[in-house]
């Protein structure tokens, strides 16, 4: 029995996603937009943006063809969690010494329209590979704080593990 996903997304009044990460990431959210349209009525249309450059992000925009409804699909590429970055601190007129991409994203990007579901495909393997397992650990939580702080109470996150880690990091017996 095929599954509508359009519909599942629709009922639990989601009309906004986006998916955090690496590579995982992008390879995630093209296979869902992929999925929305094969098992459903829905045409999605890709479109690349960059709302202020210090944002890009791949947007996908998929409309249903029985109601008329749409769902906005974005993808933001994040290979580093937790870095400083001077560009910010003009954009946030923020009192700390320099506030981190994420805080950015969080905070001021997504403030006024912040999606219904955020996905983070873990390990982010791009993060492994130039970090030790501890400040991995570290970068992490401080993430998660982020999330937590900022998150209205009608949007969801979910931390989902990926299907494939750089096989050097794997074996790493400190992971």
């Known amino acids: 029995m095929d599954q509508d996903i359009y519909k599942c997304f629709s009922r639990k009044n989601i009309s906004s996603i986006v998916v955090y990460g690496a590579s995982q990431g992008r390879g995630y959210s093209s296979i869902l937009s992929d999925l929305l349209e094969k098992s459903s009525s829905v045409v999605c249309e890709n479109m690349k943006e960059n709302e202020d450059q210090l944002c890009t ?3 996908i925009r998929c409309r249903s063809l029985t109601d008329n409804q749409t769902l906005t ?5 994040r290979r580093f969690i937790h870095s400083p970055d001077e560009s910010l601190k003009s954009k946030m007129n923020s009192s700390k010494e320099i ?13 006024d329209e912040f999606p219904d579901l955020n996905v983070f495909f873990l390990p982010m393997n791009h993060l ?7 400040n991995f650990a570290k970068q992490f939580t401080e993430l998660k704080t982020i999330v ?3 998150k209205p109470p009608n949007s969801d996150f979910a931390f989902i593990p990926g299907t494939a880690e750089f096989e050097s990091k794997r074996k790493n017996p400190h992971y």
């Open 73 to 77: 699909l974005k993808y933001y590429e």
């Open 148 to 150: 937590k702080e900022s």
């Open 128 to 134: 492994k590979l130039h970090l030790s397992p501890n």
């Open 57 to 59: 992000y791949v947007c």
């Open 99 to 111: 506030p981190t991409y994420e805080e950015y994203i969080f905070n001021v990007h997504l403030k």
